[in-house]
């Protein structure tokens, strides 16, 4: 093993499990497990079989033992045992070639991705003209045309607020399916037909039509679609071919240049939460990122929006005017509106979303000649059918809490690790949260795990956090930062992690890079400079402090020497924040999902 590298605190890093070393960075290292195999844990073959029959029943039974014996040895028995062979082998072949496909298909998505450039007049929306050749080489003009769309733009909530209005028309009794962005463990997230992603089997057959004839047709004059747009094809090729009755979409980035508004006359729109989020692409102002997002408004389709900034709302008031239709708010909902049940996504902030959730699904409601069914006013409590859709909503990585497994469970039950994760990325979502974060951990009642520890047990809150290289950390941490200290949390430690996404194609299961010097720290390491910052400008560590932050070379580092502090204080309770990336909060969940 190297010997220890003395490194300053702001350069702590470590590229091990174990916990950081005052003085400075562990060496790397590894070691190698060998596989052992217990004879007791494999069946015996047939003829062994047969030898042990007939060596325990020749003294007692001797004419059993020998026909048991013969029918074992028999020739239709030896065939019976390699057809058995054969059927196994087969399916265990065809299993390993449908994972090949799947991996070539996630390898042939990745060749898509391109670096964002924002879309403006200037480079005709970022050729945003050649969705149209796009259609028409999929033969999708007619399906989208007759498609009754639901479209959703914003900054934040947009896929908590589609994911509601999906709810609620499924729990109407329609077919719906569901396009959001982006996925966290499996590109298959992003497709929900009917509240479930799409089957392996029904995504590889529609991928390989959208796919082969796209090949065919483009070439340097129209070349494949980029990443987002190709699956947004998809999406419309799925939604088309499945026969949906209501397509909830969620817009990718921005509106008006977004693969989605090819979509001519959605059913209604809406616009979530507007804030200060991909700059470099929508725009300096919240009037020009609201311009971006009022793109989706069409002519003669009704739309929506939550609650906005004065300076948002006139620019979406702007827009809607030009185009001669009503633009409507939404109240958020209360919860004299459920009837006693709870929203399935949590989170107080949940309650804007779920109330534009309501307008938008009523209006298509209203629109498809369902006016029956949608509720009598805003005062009154929902029909149960909108509670049920509202309260059995479910999407991942937002407000969403995972005890470890690993940890929680059997020798280990004793310990306590869990997981608050919210891919939180913007100034705003960063205050709601940490107000989430310390509601949920600061009430015992809605606390897992905690009744396996006395009331005088200890917590220990910790911030594993990671974002974007384009996000501004001044914009985030601060607003992080603040917001927990002014609701009663102050983090023992924070953690900085790269994504372990980075390294795989689009959620396989290629591992991280094996060797720490292969991965590129600097962006971790400032964000560490920017977090140990803040503490000393508000008093709450000293200058030379060495143990209120650390960088680890990956994830699964991170992750195990969260899981040795529980194991190793069962008398602490351990609450970790995962925050600053969806992206991050999808690696974390596939870690700690295996």
Not at 92 to 114: D, P
Not at 379 to 390: A, E, K, S
Not at 574 to 584: C, E, M, N, R
Request: aromatic share 6%; net charge neutral; with cysteine.
């Amino acid at each position: 093993m190297a010997p220890p590298v003395s490194q300053p605190a702001s350069n702590r890093v470590c590229t091990d499990g174990n916990p950081m070393p005052r003085s400075g960075a562990r060496g790397a290292h590894r070691s190698a497990a060998g596989t052992t195999t217990n004879p007791c844990l494999h069946p015996p073959t047939t003829t062994a079989a047969a030898r042990t029959c007939s060596t325990r029943m020749r003294s007692s039974h001797p004419h059993l033992a020998a026909h048991l014996r013969r029918l074992l040895l028999s020739p239709s028995a030896r065939l019976a045992r390699r057809a058995m062979a054969s059927t196994a082998t087969a399916t265990a072949q065809a299993g390993g070639a449908a994972a090949a496909e799947y991996e070539e298909v996630l390898g042939r998505l990745s060749s898509l991705i391109t670096q964002k450039v924002r879309a403006h007049s200037g480079n005709r929306g970022n050729q945003w003209d050649l969705m149209a050749h796009y259609l028409k080489i999929l033969e999708l003009e007619e399906p989208i045309a007759r498609m009754k769309v639901i479209h959703v733009a914003g900054t934040k909530g947009k896929g908590s607020t589609c994911t509601f209005t999906e709810s609620i028309l499924r729990s109407c009794g329609f077919h719906t399916g569901l396009f959001t962005s982006p996925h966290l463990m499996d590109v298959r997230e992003r497709f929900r037909l009917d509240g479930v992603d799409i089957s392996e089997e029904k995504f590889l057959k529609y991928f390989w039509w959208c796919w082969n004839k796209l090949k065919e047709k483009t070439d340097d004059d129209i070349p494949m679609p980029a990443y987002f747009r190709f699956l947004a094809l998809l999406a419309f090729k799925i939604f088309s071919a499945e026969q949906v009755d209501v397509a909830v979409l969620e817009v990718g980035l921005g509106g008006k240049f977004d693969a989605t508004n090819v979509v001519e006359a959605p059913v209604v729109c809406g616009v979530s939460s507007l804030g200060y989020d991909h700059m470099e692409i929508l725009g300096n102002t919240l009037g020009e990122i609201a311009g971006e997002k009022a793109g989706i408004f069409k002519k003669g389709v009704p739309a929506y929006t939550a609650p906005q900034p004065d300076e948002a709302m006139i620019a979406l008031k702007q827009r809607a005017s030009e185009l001669g239709i009503s633009l409507q708010v939404a109240d958020p909902l209360e919860p004299y509106h459920l009837k006693g049940h709870h929203l399935g996504l949590h989170g107080e902030h949940q309650y804007i979303n779920a109330g534009l959730a309501v307008a938008l699904a009523s209006m298509w409601l209203e629109k498809q000649g369902h006016k029956d069914r949608i509720p009598l006013n805003r005062t009154d409590p929902l029909p149960d059918h909108f509670i049920r859709g509202l309260s059995n909503a479910s999407l991942q990585g937002r407000a969403q809490i995972v005890p470890d497994s690993q940890v929680n469970s059997g020798a280990d039950k004793d310990s306590s690790l869990v997981f608050y994760l919210d891919g939180a990325h913007s100034p705003e979502s960063m205050e709601i949260c940490a107000k989430w974060f310390s509601h949920v951990t600061n009430d015992d009642r809605r606390l897992p795990s905690s009744s396996d520890h006395s009331p005088n047990s200890k917590s220990q809150k910790i911030l594993l956090f990671n974002c974007m290289s384009v996000r501004d950390p001044m914009r985030l941490l601060p607003h992080l930062l603040d917001a927990s200290t002014q609701n009663g949390v102050h983090f023992d430690v924070a953690l900085f992690v790269p994504n372990q996404s980075q390294y795989n194609k689009l959620g396989s299961n290629t591992s991280a890079p094996a060797e720490p010097e292969e991965i590129d720290l600097s962006w971790q390491l400032s964000l560490q400079t920017v977090w140990e910052k803040l503490l000393q400008d508000k008093g709450i560590i000293s200058a030379n402090s060495s143990d209120a932050s650390q960088v680890f070379a990956s994830l699964p580092l991170a992750i195990e020497w969260l899981r040795k502090n529980a194991r190793e204080n069962r008398s602490t309770s351990f609450q970790v924040l995962v925050t600053g990336s969806l992206h991050l909060a999808g690696d974390v969940l596939r870690l700690i999902k295996k």
